[in-house]
């Protein structure tokens, strides 16, 4: 697991930040991807909402775009004491774009398309709110393609002066038919050929919460319940669904929660510098 910092009470240490028997994996800010492990057998709350823990004592948890700044880990050890840690995160900013003249037809598909987006919504959020007990949310993740990244996580558009939804991946450039593959180790958990948005979608669920989608791809090789290995080529890019152009639109969930992809992989370019 890649260990990021996070310093006590601003002292110039170079240790991780270690509240009694827990420690974080991760920058603190909206957005991010958070791992974690502490003493096996300790019961874990995020703002007391109960986060599973795997039998080595090891979790994982994320941020939203715009959450609210003041958080806070409970931790029931398991003799019995508890403690409460403060999390206070970063404030972070997102690129906004202002685009007008955009028509009505776009602005607002017809009903049958709404329709058919609406059950694509629902068939991925379905995948994305199982528990398994796989274990890939504790390697280092991989880029699962590298190359020019021309969208970045909490970007958003305001069309016409209408805010538009934000974009919640990351996406990287490529030619159709460039490879795409396991971030790491996981369970297929959505093979769908074509949404309406997304085109061709896959999803893994690399354990306790955490998954990866991988959005208009022109090939998927895989389909639900197959078993994934990091490096593994899972399809193609391609420009399908509501796409401009072909490109990788790659996403992290936990659960529901719309996630950073960037937060848990080295930068693009520390990647691309070695090749």
Request: a positive charge; hydrophobic letters at 40%.
């Amino acid at each position: 697991m890649r260990q990021i910092c996070f310093f006590i009470l601003m002292d110039l240490c170079l240790i991780p930040k270690v509240f009694a028997s827990v420690q974080l994996f991760g920058e603190v800010q909206p957005g991010a991807v958070i791992r974690a492990k502490t003493t096996p057998g300790t019961q874990v709350f995020l703002n007391d909402k109960a986060i599973k823990v795997t039998p080595n004592g090891q979790f994982v948890f994320g941020f939203s775009r715009q959450p609210a700044l003041s958080q806070s880990l409970r931790l029931v050890y398991p003799d019995g004491l508890s403690q409460r840690v403060p999390l206070t995160l970063k404030e972070r900013e997102y690129q906004i774009q202002r685009v007008n003249g955009i028509s009505q037809k776009i602005m607002k598909p017809d009903p049958k398309a709404q329709k058919r987006a609406a059950k694509d919504s629902a068939d991925v959020k379905a995948a994305r709110a199982t528990f398994s007990a796989d274990l890939g949310f504790t390697q280092d993740f991989i880029w699962p393609l590298t190359g020019r990244i021309s969208g970045v996580y909490g970007s958003q558009r305001v069309y016409n002066g209408k805010p538009g939804t934000p974009h919640y991946g990351v996406d990287v450039a490529a030619k159709t038919g460039t490879p795409v593959v396991a971030p790491a180790d996981g369970t297929i958990s959505l093979s769908v050929k074509d949404m309406f948005y997304s085109g061709g979608t896959l999803i893994i669920d690399h354990g306790y919460g955490l998954s990866s989608s991988f959005l208009h791809l022109s090939k998927l090789y895989v389909k639900v319940g197959d078993k994934v290995k990091q490096g593994q080529p899972l399809g193609e890019v391609g420009a399908t669904g509501r796409a401009t152009g072909p490109h990788l639109d790659w996403r992290i969930n936990w659960y529901q929660m719309r996630l950073d992809p960037t937060s848990i992989v080295p930068s693009m370019a520390s990647v691309l510098a070695k090749k």
